[in-house]
C-alpha cells in the first residue's frame, strides 16, 4: 500500500512538473545533436508513421489550441486523410485568449496560415523557428499589424508559440520532410479553444465570439473531412472549401463575396454535423445555466505555474494553461470584471448580442459523434492536391487567383 502511495505521488509531482517535465519532452540530448537542421525524426516517431499507413514525406498540417497550451501535428495517410501523428504542450505563448490585432499587444495568431519552405527559420536565436506568416490577407483586410510571429524554441513568448527546443527539432523536422516531399504549403491552423459546443457555449460571452464562429466553419470542415480546407477571404472574412461558380471572379480579401457555393457532398455532412452540434449545444446551455467562463490574464496563468513549482529549478519558464488558471463563474460576475476598464473584455453590446441562440452554428469535436453523423460515402482523390501542387507565387494578390482545390469532393 505504501509503494503504491509513492507511486501515485510521484506520478502527480510528474503531471505538474510542467513545461520542462509533462511536455511529451521527446528527451534527445540537444548536445549530440550534429545538424539540427536536418536531424532526422526519432524512431518511436517513424515507427508510429509505419503503423498509421503514412509516408515520411507526405504532407502535414498543424493544429494549435491556445486553451489547454497544446500543439498537435497531423499527417497525410496512404488514404489521403490526415490522422494526429504527435501532439506538444505548449511551453509559453503571452496575452490571451483572443486574437493578435496590432503591434505590441503582445496577443499570439488566431486563424488559418499557409507555411512554406520559406517560412522555416534554421538560424533562429530561439534555437530554429517557423513564422506562422502573420499578417495573412484575412488579417491585412482587417487592418491587423504585426511581424515575427513564431512557432520557436527557448519557451520565451511575446506574441509567439513558444516550445522547448526539444519540441521544436521535432516540429521542424516533421515541416522539413514535408516540403521535401512536395507539399508547397503547410496549412496552420491556430483555436483559442477545441471548438466543441460546450467551448463555444462557456465562451460565448467573450467579445471575440463572432470571430470565433468564423474560425468554427473551417475547424468543421476539417472535423468532418479529416482534410486541410481550402481557405479564401471575401468581404473581410474567411471562407471554407468553395466552389465558384462559372465566370465568377477571383476571391478579393476585402471586395464582395464572389458567386460560390458548398460542394453537395461536404453540404450534407456538415449539414448532419451541426445538427449533433445544435443537441450538443443545448445541453451545454441547460448544463451551465447562468454561468460563463472566465479568462484569466497571463499573469494568472503564470501564477499557478509558479504555485506548482514552488522551490524548484527551472530549466524553463512556462505560462501554464487557460484550463488550470480560468474558471466557470456567474455570468453577473463575469459582466462585472468585463465592466472594469483593466479587463479587456466584451462590452453590454457584444454581451446582449452573443446569446445562445446564436448557437446555430458548426460542430461538436467528439469523434464517435462525428462518425455516428459523416456519410461514409465522401469521395477522396487519390492524390492529394495539398502534396504535390505547385509552388504558389509569392505575391499575396496572385495567391488569391490561385484555383481552389474544392475538386477533391468530386469522384474519380
Given at each position: 500500500?505504501?509503494?503504491?502511495?509513492?507511486?501515485?505521488?510521484?506520478?502527480?509531482?510528474?503531471?505538474?512538473?510542467?513545461?520542462?517535465?509533462?511536455?511529451?519532452?521527446?528527451?534527445?540530448?540537444?548536445?549530440?545533436?550534429?545538424?539540427?537542421?536536418?536531424?532526422?525524426?526519432?524512431a518511436r516517431?517513424?515507427?508510429?508513421?509505419?503503423?498509421?499507413?503514412?509516408?515520411?514525406?507526405s504532407?502535414?498540417?498543424?493544429?494549435?489550441?491556445?486553451?489547454e497550451?497544446?500543439l498537435?501535428?497531423w499527417?497525410?495517410?496512404?488514404?489521403?486523410r490526415?490522422?494526429?501523428?504527435?501532439?506538444?504542450?505548449?511551453?509559453?505563448?503571452?496575452?490571451?485568449?483572443?486574437?493578435?490585432?496590432?503591434?505590441?499587444?503582445?496577443?499570439?495568431?488566431?486563424?488559418?496560415?499557409?507555411l512554406?519552405r520559406?517560412?522555416l527559420?534554421?538560424n533562429s536565436?530561439?534555437?530554429?523557428a517557423?513564422?506562422?506568416?502573420?499578417?495573412?490577407?484575412?488579417?491585412a483586410?482587417?487592418?491587423?499589424?504585426?511581424?515575427?510571429?513564431?512557432?520557436?524554441?527557448?519557451?520565451?513568448?511575446?506574441?509567439?508559440?513558444?516550445?522547448?527546443?526539444?519540441?521544436?527539432?521535432?516540429?521542424?523536422?516533421?515541416?522539413?520532410?514535408?516540403?521535401?516531399?512536395?507539399?508547397?504549403?503547410?496549412q496552420?491552423?491556430?483555436?483559442?479553444?477545441?471548438?466543441?459546443?460546450?467551448n463555444?457555449?462557456?465562451?460565448?460571452?467573450?467579445?471575440?465570439?463572432?470571430?470565433?464562429?468564423?474560425?468554427?466553419?473551417?475547424?468543421?470542415?476539417?472535423?468532418?473531412t479529416?482534410?486541410?480546407?481550402?481557405v479564401?477571404?471575401?468581404?473581410?472574412?474567411?471562407?471554407?472549401?468553395?466552389?465558384?461558380?462559372q465566370?465568377?471572379?477571383?476571391?478579393?480579401p476585402?471586395g464582395?463575396?464572389?458567386?460560390?457555393?458548398?460542394?453537395?457532398?461536404l453540404?450534407?455532412?456538415?449539414?448532419?454535423?451541426?445538427?449533433?452540434?445544435?443537441?450538443?449545444?443545448?445541453?451545454?446551455e441547460?448544463?451551465?445555466?447562468?454561468?460563463?467562463?472566465?479568462?484569466?490574464?497571463?499573469?494568472?496563468?503564470?501564477?499557478?505555474?509558479?504555485?506548482?513549482?514552488?522551490?524548484r529549478?527551472?530549466?524553463?519558464?512556462?505560462?501554464?494553461?487557460?484550463?488550470?488558471?480560468?474558471?466557470?463563474?456567474?455570468?453577473?460576475?463575469?459582466?462585472?470584471?468585463?465592466?472594469?476598464?483593466a479587463?479587456?473584455?466584451?462590452?453590454?453590446?457584444?454581451?446582449?448580442?452573443?446569446?445562445?441562440?446564436?448557437?446555430?452554428?458548426?460542430?461538436?469535436?467528439?469523434a464517435?459523434?462525428?462518425?455516428?453523423?459523416?456519410p461514409?460515402?465522401?469521395p477522396?482523390?487519390?492524390q492529394?492536391?495539398?502534396a504535390?501542387?505547385?509552388?504558389?507565387?509569392?505575391?499575396?494578390?496572385?495567391?488569391?487567383?490561385?484555383?481552389p482545390?474544392?475538386?477533391?469532393?468530386a469522384?474519380?
Open positions: 500500500m505504501r509503494i503504491r502511495h509513492f507511486a501515485y505521488v510521484s506520478l502527480m509531482a510528474l503531471a505538474l512538473a510542467g513545461c520542462n517535465d509533462a511536455l511529451d519532452v521527446t528527451h534527445t540530448d540537444l548536445s549530440k545533436v550534429k545538424n539540427k537542421v536536418e536531424q532526422p525524426l526519432p516517431i517513424l515507427a508510429d508513421m509505419r503503423t498509421k499507413g503514412m509516408d515520411r514525406n504532407p502535414i498540417m498543424i493544429r494549435i489550441f491556445k486553451e497550451g497544446a498537435e501535428v499527417k497525410a495517410k496512404t488514404d489521403n490526415f490522422e494526429k501523428i504527435a501532439d506538444y504542450k505548449i511551453c509559453a505563448w503571452s496575452g490571451r485568449l483572443g486574437p493578435k490585432v496590432k503591434t505590441g499587444d503582445r496577443q499570439a495568431p488566431e486563424g488559418f496560415y499557409n512554406t520559406a517560412n527559420n534554421p536565436k530561439y534555437y530554429l517557423i513564422n506562422t506568416g502573420f499578417p495573412n490577407r484575412y488579417d483586410a482587417n487592418g491587423r499589424t504585426g511581424s515575427d510571429l513564431m512557432i520557436h524554441g527557448a519557451c520565451s513568448s511575446s506574441g509567439c508559440y513558444s516550445m522547448t527546443d526539444e519540441q521544436v527539432l521535432e516540429i521542424y523536422a516533421f515541416a522539413r520532410d514535408a516540403f521535401k516531399g512536395g507539399q508547397a504549403t503547410v496552420l491552423q491556430a483555436f483559442p479553444f477545441r471548438m466543441t459546443a460546450e463555444m457555449f462557456k465562451h460565448r460571452l467573450n467579445q471575440n465570439y463572432d470571430f470565433w464562429k468564423m474560425l468554427k466553419v473551417g475547424y468543421d470542415n476539417f472535423e468532418v479529416k482534410r486541410p480546407p481550402e479564401n477571404v471575401c468581404e473581410k472574412k474567411y471562407v471554407f472549401n468553395q466552389q465558384l461558380a465566370g465568377s471572379s477571383a476571391f478579393n476585402a464582395q463575396c464572389p458567386a460560390m457555393s458548398t460542394p453537395p457532398a453540404a450534407l455532412a456538415l449539414a448532419a454535423y451541426n445538427k449533433t452540434y445544435a443537441a450538443d449545444f443545448a445541453r451545454a441547460r448544463k451551465f445555466d447562468g454561468m460563463a467562463w472566465y479568462d484569466p490574464t497571463e499573469a494568472e496563468r503564470k501564477a499557478v505555474v509558479a504555485k506548482q513549482r514552488k522551490g529549478e527551472l530549466a524553463y519558464a512556462p505560462t501554464g494553461t487557460s484550463l488550470e488558471a480560468g474558471r466557470m463563474v456567474k455570468v453577473a460576475e463575469l459582466e462585472e470584471m468585463m465592466s472594469k476598464p479587463a479587456p473584455a466584451a462590452n453590454a453590446t457584444a454581451i446582449a448580442a452573443a446569446t445562445p441562440a446564436s448557437a446555430t452554428a458548426p460542430a461538436p469535436n467528439n464517435t459523434a462525428v462518425a455516428a453523423v459523416v461514409a460515402n465522401i477522396v482523390p487519390a492529394n492536391p495539398l504535390f501542387a505547385p509552388e504558389p507565387p509569392p505575391q499575396e494578390t496572385a495567391e488569391a487567383t490561385k484555383k482545390f474544392w475538386k477533391f469532393w469522384r474519380n
